[in-house]
């Protein structure tokens, strides 16, 4: 919806650079009324927002045609469909007011447990998932770099199936999912309908126990901007289940995504720009709740207050830090943790003044101006002597760091040093809170080898610029006719038959190789065709027939052609009208207005493989009459209605 809003505005901003000043046709009063409506939206004030958008639509509507000199009458045109257009925007936002309007009579009550802001450009990297599993875009999957939102794909790498978005040709957004099969991969597929629109679906997720998939969408049921959805797999069917929107105040008037539970069920995480500035998200944690109370609210500001996710006061709700490691504490662990903290603090000292070096020189060596090249040259100077005295602070650090975990070894606590200065690397927020974000490393992009599909093969007869060899093996049953190129002691190579497509391989004996061109089912067809096969350089090519893989006469061949036409003459088409109703059923009234008015002919019922219940009326040989008689029958019954050849 929200790429279906910017192109609207867009188009519109295009069509009015060549139209009459919007002071001549009176439209700024129609933009007020649609961007005062957009502000209500925004604040959760459906009703204000949908009479602003009602009104709008009355002014674009009783704009008069605008009073202009002959020299800009071309420019009417344009108008209409400038405005035109501005109309199905407007209906557009009128919608998401309405939903925000039904959505707001289903709202949940979550306990926030904490919020922090991060950057959008890697946010993600904050969540409670195990390291290295989020691969940036671009990647083998999806080859977007420039999403707003969508940043990167979650690869676990002990999962068999994976779901992830990536842009089609259009460049939309859509969930696909793969699967691997012994050590490759199926071909990327969408899931279903369901959980495609014309805008993105992004970010999917599924749940721990693998029967939820979460995601965002901005085309789908919602309130503007990406809402929150989940999906449901359903066992009976093997797919997933219609996407629910997750409601207020999970999804808002604002871009919301990325949910996930968490693996031990006690926390919801999304995050939301709800609220920020365009560079930045909030990433929410919610108690997790498995049978949530949803009841009504009316008021703007009560809604607009659940939305605004504040935490509660969470001071008797300390939990220690995802970064707590598993020794008592005590002075000698404090002691500890503070050395670990000089380790990682000299360390990004470290790794800053040596990008700052390496930036230096290379700002020295473009740079053409003798006093620029002198300051820089003093700068340069200065950090190669001070990069060596950290890196031997660094080392002193790290022995001292190394010396107390000697201690604890003593002393019968044991660690694990490799993680501990993993751990010293990682950015660390939110630690006066009841919650704690650890920032992960991004993953290595990932690399699939998916399963090649056998090619389709294509029967049509066709001269290209590559032939297509098949072996005869697929040649179907019954009589066929095809054009005889050659024989051969060796096997021919696509170059041989000199773009004839499809061209059939037999092999009847061990010196011996047969080339056949096409599969015809008409003797007319066939002829049709050998000019054109001789003129590619095959002078001597003949019609052969076969029946069923078999050689025979041509003269049998279409012998047996022509009994079959005669035959078909003889015995005229019968025609039934075939009903799915919706119900599955006829009742009294439906049953005799079919024998009615299709002259008491009979009506058969039947159960097709998947379970649906068909009833046949007829025969009929007039096909005429079988349409006619199907058009009464779909006035009265709700369903599927059709006419059918019988076989």
Known sequence: MAKKLKLYAFIFLFASLSMPSLAQVGRPEVLRKVSEGDSLRLIYRFEESLSAYDKALDLLGGIASPAISDTTTVATDTTVAADSLLAIDIQDRILLSENGRTMSQYVDFPTVIARHKFSIEDFYLYYPLPDRFWRNNPNQLDSCASHPFYKAIYLPESESRHFYSAADSEGIHNIYGITKQDSLWTLPALLNEHMT??????????????????????????????????????????????PVNLGFPYSSPYDDFLLIDTEDGNHTIFASNRDCPSDSVWVYVLESDLIPVRKAVDNPEELQEIASLTPQDNTDRDKPSDVDIDIPENIDTRRYMEQMSKVKALRDTLGARSVTLETDRTRYAMSSDADERIGISERIMALEAAIPLLQDSLKMALDQLQKIEMEFLFNGVVIDPDKVLADADREVVGEATSFTFTKMSPGDAPRFEFVVPEPEIDYTFRISDVGQIIPSENIPDGIVYQIQLFASAFKASAKDIRGLSPVFEFHPSASRYVYRAGLFTSYKDVLSHLNAVKRAGFRNAIIVALKDRSEIKVATARAAENAAKEAAKAAPTLYNVRIVPETGE??????????????????????????????????????????????????????????????
Request: overall charge negative; cysteine-free; aromatic content about 12%.
């Open 197 to 242: 629109s014309p805008s993105d679906e992004i970010y999917p997720m599924l749940s721990p126990d693998g029967r939820t998939l979460y995601f965002a969408s901005d085309g789908l049921f919602g309130v503007g901007g990406f809402d929150l959805y989940k999906s449901e797999w359903d066992e009976e069917t093997g797919d997933w289940s219609s």
């Open 586 to 647: 006829l009742d009294e009234f439906q049953y005799s207005s079919l024998r009615t008015f299709s002259n008491n002919a009979d009506i058969a019922r039947l159960e097709e493989n998947d379970g649906t219940q068909v009833f046949l009326l007829g025969p009929f040989v007039d096909k005429s009459k079988a349409d006619d008689i199907a058009t009464q029958a779909a006035l009265i019954i709700p369903g599927e209605v059709s006419v059918t050849p019988i076989q």
